[in-house]
């Protein structure tokens, strides 16, 4: 019976090398807007090699995102706004895979164990819409719930820090000021 298979020119792979296959091609999909080697040059003087080491991998390779929950699929509705304001979403989403910080949308799941949480729009107080994913949504098999915040939580430099350290490196220091909002949607 597998000979008649072969003849007919069907070729068989092992299964190992099909999701190998699928992940590689998802993972051409991704991409960082941040430049590696640049990246590099300035982490060389950076105090701390360890935090150079981990940046570099992850813009790299990708960071983990210290999931520790279930591989296990779960498909999930989207919020109401989301279906109520399809145009909008639709538009916030075909931006979001134009610039690569999402990817889709699949005929098919293309691995196994995907999850998905619900997508949907919130007011932003100038009339616009922000797009969301409910990361803490079910309650109790959230993808947040699997999350340790001691991994995870940001901690944003004071005002008086910045002082200090300008301060610090005397006359012809220089400062760099990013946006938050737009640093994040850069990692996001």
Same mark, same amino acid.
């Given at each position: @019976? /597998?000979?008649?298979?072969?003849?007919?020119?069907?070729?068989?792979?092992?299964?190992?090398?099909?999701?190998?296959?699928?992940?590689?091609?998802?993972?051409?999909?991704? !991409?960082? *807007? =941040?430049? /590696?080697?640049?990246?590099?040059?300035?982490?060389?003087?950076? *105090?701390?090699?360890?935090?150079?080491?981990?940046?570099?991998?992850?813009?790299?390779? &990708?960071?983990?995102?210290?999931?520790? &929950?279930?591989?296990? *699929?779960?498909?999930?509705?989207?919020?109401?706004?989301?279906? @109520?304001? +399809?145009?909008?979403?639709?538009?916030?989403?075909?931006?979001? =895979?134009?610039? &690569?910080? @999402?990817?889709?949308? #699949? +005929?098919?799941?293309?691995?196994?164990?995907? !999850?998905?949480?619900?997508?949907?729009?919130?007011?932003?107080?100038?009339?616009?819409?922000?797009? =969301? @994913?409910?990361?803490?949504? *079910?309650?109790?098999?959230?993808?947040?719930?699997?999350?340790?915040?001691?991994?995870?939580?940001? +901690?944003?430099?004071? #005002?008086?820090?910045?002082?200090?350290?300008?301060?610090?490196?005397?006359?012809?220091? !220089?400062?760099?000021?990013?946006?938050?909002?737009?640093?994040?949607?850069?990692?996001?």
């Amino acid at each position: @019976m /597998v000979q008649d298979l072969l003849d007919q020119g069907l070729i068989f792979v092992p299964h190992d090398q099909i999701i190998k296959d699928k992940m590689d091609a998802l993972w051409e999909l991704g !991409r960082t *807007p =941040i430049k /590696v080697a640049c990246l590099e040059k300035y982490l060389r003087y950076y *105090p701390d090699s360890k935090t150079s080491l981990l940046l570099l991998d992850g813009f790299r390779n &990708g960071f983990s995102l210290q999931y520790s &929950g279930p591989r296990t *699929p779960f498909i999930s509705r989207n919020l109401k706004s989301a279906e @109520m304001l +399809k145009i909008e979403t639709q538009s916030k989403l075909n931006k979001e =895979i134009t610039l &690569g910080r @999402m990817c889709g949308p #699949f +005929k098919n799941r293309p691995i196994s164990t995907l !999850r998905t949480s619900p997508i949907g729009l919130v007011n932003k107080s100038d009339g616009s819409f922000r797009l =969301i @994913m409910h990361l803490s949504f *079910p309650s109790g098999c959230s993808v947040n719930d699997f999350v340790d915040p001691n991994e995870t939580s940001v +901690k944003y430099t004071s #005002f008086d820090e910045v002082i200090d350290m300008v301060s610090s490196l005397g006359k012809g220091a !220089r400062l760099g000021v990013q946006d938050i909002k737009l640093f994040f949607m850069s990692i996001y």
